[in-house]
């Protein structure tokens, strides 16, 4: 238990970015294949449309875990600090506030999205069949959207007390579950989308249930407390800030997918397909460096709670190396071989041929476009989440919206790559502002330093 906190601040910054983020890595990429699972039953056992209609839950999806990261994110860097501090109470406080908080607005937003579904769905001008297969879905996956975030917020809780290898295995768990039960609701008793979504719910009730028995066990520090199922405004505002880059990011994420699929679907169906399939590709290179990323933003909350400046820098340098060359690998065989990529989901020649030019253009970037998400992920538990959050929205509101619409009509080929180009230009910014992030980093620790002297001088 309190051996894995010694374990954070002590451990070699390689060896322990390695241990919390090879798992890290395996879950994401867990998650994408569970993503994909609902997708691969529909395209065999419903109908191609239900495919497309994917692509239309995807910024719905983007907005859940959004919602679900402007409180996990948070409190896993406010409970890393604490831990670093060796602060138990504290961090119990910050966990118990928000599984509240989470699951209190996952029922409302939920609710609000099951009523007016119908017309959220008819921003993104579907053809008829796509319409009603993605309102089925997506009616199943708004009323039970609470039993969606819990499992985020328990797993971030044990994620951050470096438990992965229960993670791993309760992941491997949800997943085989949404397979068997895909196959048994839409091969067996054919219930179409409606029978996708039912089976995705109760594979995450089952991770849900098997967290909650792991959490209560003497495995963990930080336990579920109903008495502390509380929230004070002190909890708004340590969490909240820490959390709303990421939040401000997915939530933009989401707007901008749905902006893009409306403009991409102006091109045809095939066009949206190789949308679809680019995104799956490429999320491989977004799990893969988000579970570095992540594991690097916990070891990095637990050096700035224990005053470890030498420590935190560290893992900011060693954390973007990695990252550059994990990404770097993974996009090879995409930049060399994409059409023998893209025929792992269709045989469509067209689909591609037009899958073809995205996919170098992605592949070329992904590397510096992660890499430079580092900096931005390492200002979050030093009190430059507000500058991290700018960035996130400049990329996407100021940069992303008018380049689609800039780029829409010279065809396909261009209005896709209006969102790499919004992240390059974000990357470039990000590294202009690299010295100013060093330097206020070494105020923020310098201030808790003299803050530490004059409290022990008081007492």
């Given at each position: 238990m309190k051996e894995n906190i010694n374990q954070m601040l002590e451990e070699k910054p390689l060896k322990m970015l390695f241990?919390?983020?090879?798992?890290?890595?395996?879950?994401?990429?867990?998650?994408?294949?569970?993503?994909?699972?609902?997708?691969?039953?529909m395209g065999q056992f419903v109908a191609s449309e239900a495919v497309s209609a994917m692509s239309v839950a995807v910024p719905f999806l983007l907005i859940i875990a959004a919602i679900s990261f402007l409180f996990t994110e948070g409190a896993g860097i406010a409970i890393s600090r604490y831990l670093g501090a060796k602060n138990i109470d504290a961090a119990s406080r910050i966990f118990n506030g928000?599984?509240?908080?989470?699951?209190?607005?996952?029922?409302?937003?939920?609710?609000?999205?099951?009523?007016?579904?119908?017309n959220i769905l008819y921003l993104f001008n579907l053809d008829i069949i796509?319409?009603?297969?993605?309102?089925?879905?997506?009616?199943?996956?708004?009323?039970?959207?609470?039993?969606?975030?819990?499992?985020?917020?328990?797993?971030?809780?044990?994620?951050?007390?470096?438990?992965?290898?229960?993670?791993?295995?309760?992941?491997?768990i949800q997943i085989l579950s949404n397979i068997i039960l895909n196959y048994f609701t839409l091969a067996i008793l054919k219930m179409g989308v409606i029978g996708a979504g039912i089976a995705t719910i109760i594979s995450f009730i089952i991770q849900s249930i098997l967290m909650i028995k792991f959490n209560l066990s003497n495995e963990m520090i930080v336990k579920i407390n109903s008495k502390e199922f509380k929230l004070t405004k002190n909890y708004f505002k340590e969490v909240i800030p820490l959390g709303m880059a990421?939040?401000?990011?997915?939530?933009?994420?989401?707007?901008?997918?749905?902006?893009e699929s409306r403009v991409?679907?102006?091109?045809?169906?095939k066009a949206l397909a190789v949308q679809t399939i680019t995104g799956n590709i490429f999320s491989i290179t977004s799990s893969i460096t988000s579970g570095i990323m992540s594991s690097a933003l916990v070891l990095m909350s637990y050096a700035v709670g224990a005053k470890n400046e030498k420590r935190f820098f560290n893992l900011v340098k060693i954390s973007a190396a990695v990252v550059f060359i994990l990404s770097l690998i993974v996009n090879i065989p995409v930049f060399l071989y994409p059409r023998s990529i893209a025929m792992i989901f269709t045989d469509n020649h067209e689909l591609i041929q037009l899958f073809v030019y995205p996919a170098t253009i992605y592949s070329l970037v992904s590397p510096f476009i992660f890499t430079t998400n580092i900096v931005l992920y390492a200002m979050q538990p030093v009190g430059l989440e507000k500058s991290a959050t700018i960035?996130?929205?400049?990329?996407?509101?100021?940069?992303?919206?008018?380049?689609?619409?800039i780029l829409k009509p010279f065809g396909f080929n261009y209005a896709i790559l209006a969102q790499p180009t919004a992240e390059v230009i974000g990357g470039i910014i990000t590294l202009f502002i690299i010295p100013i992030f060093i330097k206020n980093v070494k105020k923020t620790?310098?201030?808790?330093?003299?803050?530490?002297i004059t409290n022990s001088r008081v007492s």
């Amino acid at each position: 238990m309190k051996e894995n906190i010694n374990q954070m601040l002590e451990e070699k910054p390689l060896k322990m970015l390695f241990k919390l983020g090879i798992p890290a890595i395996l879950m994401a990429l867990f998650n994408e294949i569970n993503g994909a699972i609902d997708t691969m039953f529909m395209g065999q056992f419903v109908a191609s449309e239900a495919v497309s209609a994917m692509s239309v839950a995807v910024p719905f999806l983007l907005i859940i875990a959004a919602i679900s990261f402007l409180f996990t994110e948070g409190a896993g860097i406010a409970i890393s600090r604490y831990l670093g501090a060796k602060n138990i109470d504290a961090a119990s406080r910050i966990f118990n506030g928000t599984i509240v908080i989470s699951i209190s607005s996952s029922v409302v937003i939920g609710v609000i999205s099951f009523l007016f579904m119908k017309n959220i769905l008819y921003l993104f001008n579907l053809d008829i069949i796509t319409y009603g297969y993605a309102l089925q879905y997506l009616k199943v996956i708004a009323i039970a959207m609470p039993i969606i975030v819990l499992p985020m917020v328990l797993g971030k809780m044990i994620y951050t007390e470096g438990h992965t290898k229960f993670l791993i295995k309760v992941t491997v768990i949800q997943i085989l579950s949404n397979i068997i039960l895909n196959y048994f609701t839409l091969a067996i008793l054919k219930m179409g989308v409606i029978g996708a979504g039912i089976a995705t719910i109760i594979s995450f009730i089952i991770q849900s249930i098997l967290m909650i028995k792991f959490n209560l066990s003497n495995e963990m520090i930080v336990k579920i407390n109903s008495k502390e199922f509380k929230l004070t405004k002190n909890y708004f505002k340590e969490v909240i800030p820490l959390g709303m880059a990421t939040f401000v990011t997915m939530m933009l994420l989401a707007l901008t997918f749905g902006l893009e699929s409306r403009v991409i679907a102006s091109f045809g169906d095939k066009a949206l397909a190789v949308q679809t399939i680019t995104g799956n590709i490429f999320s491989i290179t977004s799990s893969i460096t988000s579970g570095i990323m992540s594991s690097a933003l916990v070891l990095m909350s637990y050096a700035v709670g224990a005053k470890n400046e030498k420590r935190f820098f560290n893992l900011v340098k060693i954390s973007a190396a990695v990252v550059f060359i994990l990404s770097l690998i993974v996009n090879i065989p995409v930049f060399l071989y994409p059409r023998s990529i893209a025929m792992i989901f269709t045989d469509n020649h067209e689909l591609i041929q037009l899958f073809v030019y995205p996919a170098t253009i992605y592949s070329l970037v992904s590397p510096f476009i992660f890499t430079t998400n580092i900096v931005l992920y390492a200002m979050q538990p030093v009190g430059l989440e507000k500058s991290a959050t700018i960035i996130f929205a400049l990329q996407q509101l100021i940069f992303f919206a008018p380049l689609l619409y800039i780029l829409k009509p010279f065809g396909f080929n261009y209005a896709i790559l209006a969102q790499p180009t919004a992240e390059v230009i974000g990357g470039i910014i990000t590294l202009f502002i690299i010295p100013i992030f060093i330097k206020n980093v070494k105020k923020t620790f310098r201030d808790s330093e003299i803050s530490e002297i004059t409290n022990s001088r008081v007492s």
